[in-house]
């Protein structure tokens, strides 16, 4: 018989919130704000060339503006970089929301007695910035990002260590995240229970690997219904 599940565990990036959709906004602003500044550029190449750095870099990369400048103009100008970072959280801020239902479900899912859990690969700070300005940092039992034990997912590490801190065993816990060779395999080689999110993907996956397939988060609140009947 399977174990009844008692912790659901969230990646926290296009899982709980469209991070992708932010990136981009965000990048526009900036981009905006250097042309505004005078500089001159054309906004969709520049656009793209900023987000083939954060491929190249990672989409954490914190100096990203700065080797923009040095690739086009040859150094750092600070009127300009400021003028970047400065729309570039403006917009930030503004375009940091939730999946549909995010909010709704997780609040079910507390009030049914499961523990919640993030599991993120991002910095500490940013993933706590994130969590922060959605007010979530209150909703959940237990974070851990990629400062507290130094690797990524999939590596077992991360999975255990929020385990650890929610009192729960591999087999009662549900990972939800979007990306499958990470957050999926993951999960699935300590012995999780996993849901893809696949409504946060932005690519073609065939199969996940996954136990569940999301197409909407709301979707975990009757599939633990179901997991836990007596």
């Keep these: 018989m399977a174990a009844a599940i008692r912790a659901v565990v969230f990646d926290l990036d296009n899982t709980l919130l469209d991070f992708m959709k932010m990136k981009q906004a965000s990048v526009n602003a900036a981009v905006e704000g250097m042309i505004e500044a005078?500089?001159?550029?054309?906004?969709?190449?520049?656009?793209?060339?900023?987000?083939?750095?954060?491929?190249?870099?990672?989409?954490?990369?914190?100096?990203?503006?700065?080797?923009?400048?040095?690739?086009?103009?040859?150094?750092?100008?600070?009127?300009?970089?400021?003028?970047?970072?400065?729309?570039?959280?403006?917009?930030?801020?503004?375009?940091?929301?939730?999946?549909?239902?995010?909010?709704?479900?997780l609040l079910i899912l507390a009030k049914s007695g499961q523990k919640l859990g993030v599991l993120s690969d991002a910095p500490s700070r940013e993933a706590w910035m994130?969590?922060?300005?959605?007010?979530?940092?209150?909703?959940?039992?237990?974070?851990?990002?990629?400062?507290?034990?130094?690797?990524?997912?999939?590596?077992?590490?991360?999975?255990?260590?929020?385990?650890?801190?929610?009192?729960v065993n591999f087999e009662e816990t549900l990972m939800v995240g979007d990306w499958p060779e990470?957050?999926?395999?993951?999960?699935?080689?300590?012995?999780?229970?996993?849901?893809?999110a696949r409504y946060g993907h932005t690519g073609q996956v065939e199969d996940s690997g996954a136990d569940y397939e999301l197409e909407d988060i709301h979707q975990l609140v009757q599939i633990i219904k179901d997991r836990n009947k007596p």
């Excluded at 906004?43 to 793209?48: D, F, P």
């Excluded at 040859?74 to 939730?98: F, M, N, Q, T």
């Excluded at 990470?182 to 996993?194: E, L, P, S």
């Design 38 to 105: 005078g500089l001159a550029l054309d906004k969709h190449q520049a656009v793209k060339d900023i987000m083939a750095i954060y491929d190249e870099r990672g989409y954490e990369f914190q100096e990203v503006f700065d080797e923009y400048l040095r690739r086009v103009n040859g150094r750092v100008d600070y009127k300009y970089l400021a003028s970047a970072i400065v729309a570039y959280r403006r917009a930030k801020e503004a375009a940091l929301i939730l999946y549909p239902r995010v909010m709704e479900t």
């Design 130 to 167: 994130r969590l922060c300005y959605l007010n979530f940092h209150h909703i959940f039992d237990a974070v851990i990002t990629f400062d507290d034990t130094g690797v990524h997912k999939p590596a077992p590490e991360p999975f255990r260590k929020i385990c650890q801190l929610l009192g």
């Design 182 to 196: 990470r957050d999926i395999t993951g999960a699935n080689n300590v012995g999780m229970v996993t849901a893809f």
